[in-house]
């Protein structure tokens, strides 16, 4: 039985140059629908606790560095190419040092509007996707 294994790599650069990389996700997101509240009624009556009917959503696109340095952005619903932009604007803005940043094949990441902006930026950022290679790793 041979068990496939994805080996994920980025173009080589040398450790002078890569003083800092950014590694980034933006999988994260939590539903706040959780209500906690006290109720009261009088002996006989059932307790109302009244809860809103619509959920609210967050999600958060985080950024961690290979020194242990966390930058991230905390936004409503979903994630769309404006709104990687504007965290790519924010994730430059700090930052004296070229940013390497390795990011996974989601959609936005390969938006015409994030290809323009990286051309615009390259002396500030240099994107990175990771190519899956497939290697076939027989037991022992």
């Known amino acids: 039985v041979s068990h496939a294994i994805d080996i994920f790599f980025f173009k ?3 450790a002078y140059e890569i003083k800092e990389c950014d590694w980034s996700s933006d999988v994260c997101s939590s539903d706040l ?5 006290k109720t009261y009624a ?11 009917a619509r959920k609210t959503s967050y999600s958060m696109v985080s950024s961690l560095t290979n020194q242990g340095k966390l930058r991230y952005m905390v936004y409503k619903g979903g994630m769309n190419a404006l709104l990687f932009k504007v965290f790519l604007q924010r994730l430059t803005k700090d930052t004296d040092q070229k940013i390497f940043l390795i990011l ?3 959609k936005v990441h390969h938006a015409k509007i994030i290809q323009q902006w990286q051309k615009e930026h390259s002396e ?4 990175f996707f990771p190519t899956s290679l497939r290697t076939t790793v027989q037991p022992r």
Do not use: F, H, M, V
Request: glycine residues 4%.
């Open 42 to 52: 009088p002996k006989g009556k059932t307790p109302i606790a009244k809860i809103p």
């Open 12 to 14: 080589q650069k040398t």
């Open 33 to 37: 629908n959780t209500n906690y509240q």
């Open 124 to 127: 500030q950022i240099e994107i």
């Open 104 to 106: 996974d094949n989601l």
